[in-house]
């Protein structure tokens, strides 16, 4: 028997993020699944009420939410406060959180301080036999594991797009308010905003149908003896503006723009894909002039159908990374996509 | 605000991410093949947080960058030899696991004891990096729990920028969702970042610093203390390697043409 706390965040706008409705679902199920337990939610943000309203058909046999100015935004020494405030209310020995970037920098703290344990990028959550498991990556994408704990509070933190969205109906919920007592120390960190690039300049598009990625290959020599960086810019660029593709890079590459060489100016180590860069999701990825070596291809492990353009056929990408390899140029062949999109 | 720094960087080592990794059982759990054998680099973003101390320990006269890290005894001095040559640090070596399949909560207990005992570490300065994830488990839960057992809140995730202001606070850029950074300030220590790439890049090896370094390297080794991990309470019924692989269809000799058209059909396709 276990008591699954669902645990979320509020968005900027009060409401509940779609990551947030994943992982109610899979909270959901796993309640469902395991005979006499028991789901609660627990809510943290400036104000909880129509996020509670939201969800309030869910099932869910208490609400609780710890609401105030201070737990609007996303800060460490607040936030594990309302964590741990809310997972002792509600007594949970299980909870299932989104893996959004404010959860996962703070939820191992409370697990910490409730003497549990955590696994974070869970990728699914299951019961078999009576007994919760997960699966999740280790070594960067490179092999799977079931894990099953017996050490509780265990906390989850669920990876984005691995569940259906929960959309049951809305109502009006009666939220238990808990209370998750301040103290000076928990607001020395002052957070001040969000540093973004323009909306026009913005290249990484997460919920983009297409990663497009750059690899070294953009920066090198052409046929010519001579690199063509800012004819590169406008092909990539341009088809970033047609497709809203996201967009994605090889180490090799970003660590070149951080060398101070004349390369791709858009590109940032935030661009990175791979072992030590991101494992983005998005149902297709085309790659240009990058190899498709181990260390990147590891963050392609959520892109679903792959194409390649390199002038290897040899290359990482012909040995079973992707599905389609054309051997060609990539300048030629962007250029010709572009024209055709163009067109349409 | 300090004017100088103690900081305390935590990271271990991985697997050369070029090596094939296979998992086997053993009687203590899941494993790699041959992971002894296998040849080690410190883990990449430990890596920045190190590069990072070091440039900031730079910039302010009077600090001092420990490097804490836990691993088999002879894969830590193989990696040292390396990383010794890069910045200036002083090692406290831990032998234990460094695989992935062990414990978080059981390292982050051995790096905070470590930590703890460091000789004339002054907290009112003290700074705890290390890299927001490991290319092992990848979980970004250890330095969190790290944190907590040395009573530090103030915690970053996701760091790619650190700057310290002339009053001594110091603002941090972490990385948050859609390619954007959360900006925060802040003002009092002790604190802790867990870095992604940063902004530097790897410096080169410099034989005089790996000299210098290495007189407390070796030492550090010797020294060592054995920690036992035991993972209790977590089993892995299943550990395996993604199944999939492609049956690439390899296009030679297309006309551009013709590739641009297939290519604009399949992004256009639902």
């Given at each position: ?28 199920t796993?309640?469902a ?16 009420q ?5 969800i ?13 100015a201070?737990?609007a935004?996303?800060?460490y020494?607040t936030?594990v ?7 002792r ?11 959004t970037?404010?959860?996962n ?6 697990a910490?301080?409730?003497d ?15 007994k ?7 070594y ?29 109906p809305?109502?009006?919920a ?12 928990n ?9 973004a ?8 598009r ?7 990625v750059?690899g ?32 994605g890079?090889?180490k ?11 390369v791709?100016?858009?590109?940032t ?11 983005p999701?998005?149902?297709k ?5 990058c ?16 194409r ?8 990482s ?28 | ?9 935590c ?6 991410p ?5 998992p086997v ?9 041959n992971?002894?054998?296998?040849p080690a680099?410190?883990?990449?973003w ?14 302010h ?10 691993g088999?005894k002879a ?19 831990i ?10 909560a ?7 004891e470590a ?23 990848g ?42 950074h959360?900006?925060s300030s ?14 530097l ?11 210098l ?8 080794l010797?020294r060592?203390?054995?920690?036992k991990i ?25 006309p ?6 297939e290519?604009v ?6």
């Amino acid at each position: 028997m276990e008591t699954i706390l669902f645990l979320a965040h509020t968005e900027s706008d009060g409401s509940l993020g779609q990551a947030a409705l994943e992982s109610l679902a899979a909270a959901r199920t796993l309640a469902a699944g395991l005979t006499g337990s028991t789901l609660i939610a627990g809510l943290v943000g400036g104000s909880v009420q129509s996020a509670a309203d939201q969800i309030a058909g869910c099932g869910a046999t208490r609400i609780l939410g710890v609401a105030a100015a201070d737990f609007a935004s996303s800060r460490y020494s607040t936030d594990v406060v309302a964590v741990e405030a809310l997972a002792r209310a509600a007594a949970a020995t299980i909870v299932i959180a989104p893996a959004t970037s404010r959860w996962n920098r703070v939820l191992a703290g409370a697990a910490q301080r409730l003497d549990g344990r955590i696994d974070a990028h869970a990728t699914g959550i299951t019961a078999a036999d009576g007994k919760p498991g997960l699966t999740r990556w280790y070594y960067r994408q490179r092999m799977e594991a079931v894990v099953q704990r017996t050490r509780r509070p265990w906390f989850i933190l669920l990876e984005a797009g691995c569940a259906a969205a929960w959309n049951g109906p809305a109502g009006t919920a009666a939220v238990e308010s808990v209370a998750a007592p301040l103290t000076d120390a928990n607001r020395r960190t002052i957070v001040t905003g969000v540093q973004a690039p323009p909306t026009d300049q913005q290249t990484i598009r997460p919920d983009a149908k297409l990663l497009f990625v750059a690899g070294a290959g953009w920066t090198k020599a052409q046929p010519d003896g001579k690199a063509h960086s800012v004819e590169a810019e406008e092909i990539i660029l341009d088809f970033l503006g047609k497709t809203k593709a996201s967009l994605g890079s090889t180490k090799s590459l970003v660590d070149l723009s951080g060398e101070g060489q004349a390369v791709l100016k858009f590109m940032t180590h935030l661009n990175q894909v791979g072992q030590t860069g991101s494992t983005p999701r998005h149902p297709k990825g085309l790659a240009t002039c990058c190899h498709g070596e181990e260390p990147h291809t590891v963050g392609w492990r959520f892109i679903n159908e792959r194409r390649a353009i390199n002038l290897n056929p040899n290359c990482s990408w012909a040995q079973g990374k992707a599905d389609v390899l054309y051997v060609a140029d990539a300048f030629v062949v962007m250029r010709k996509v572009n024209a055709l999109l163009a067109a349409k | 605000m300090p004017t100088s720094y103690h900081i305390v960087v935590c990271g271990s080592i991985v697997p050369d991410p070029l090596q094939t990794l296979e998992p086997v059982t053993t009687p203590t759990g899941p494993a790699l093949k041959n992971e002894l054998l296998l040849p080690a680099v410190l883990d990449p973003w430990a890596g920045h947080a190190l590069f990072e101390a070091a440039h900031l320990a730079k910039q302010h006269p009077g600090s001092k960058v420990w490097l804490v890290s836990i691993g088999p005894k002879a894969k830590l001095q193989q990696v040292m030899m390396t990383v010794a040559q890069k910045v200036p640090f002083e090692l406290i070596a831990i032998d234990g696991p460094a695989g992935g399949f062990t414990e978080s909560a059981e390292i982050a207990a051995a790096l905070a004891e470590a930590i703890q005992g460091l000789p004339g570490l002054d907290k009112s300065r003290l700074l705890v990096f290390g890299g927001w994830e490991s290319a092992t488990r990848g979980a970004g839960t250890t330095l969190q729990m790290v944190g907590e057992r040395l009573g530090i809140v103030d915690q970053f995730q996701g760091v790619d920028q650190l700057t310290v202001r002339p009053d001594g606070s110091f603002q941090v850029l972490e990385r948050i969702e859609g390619g954007r950074h959360q900006v925060s300030s802040c003002g009092a220590l002790p604190a802790l970042c867990g870095w992604a790439t940063g902004n530097l890049p790897e410096p080169p090896n410099n034989p005089q610093v790996g000299m210098l370094n290495m007189r407390t390297v070796m030492p550090a080794l010797q020294r060592a203390k054995p920690t036992k991990i035991s993972n209790e309470g977590v089993t892995f019924p299943s550990v395996s390697l993604p199944k999939q692989r492609r049956e690439t269809k390899i296009v030679k000799d297309m006309p551009p043409d013709d590739i641009a058209r297939e290519i604009v059909e399949w992004i256009g396709k639902e």
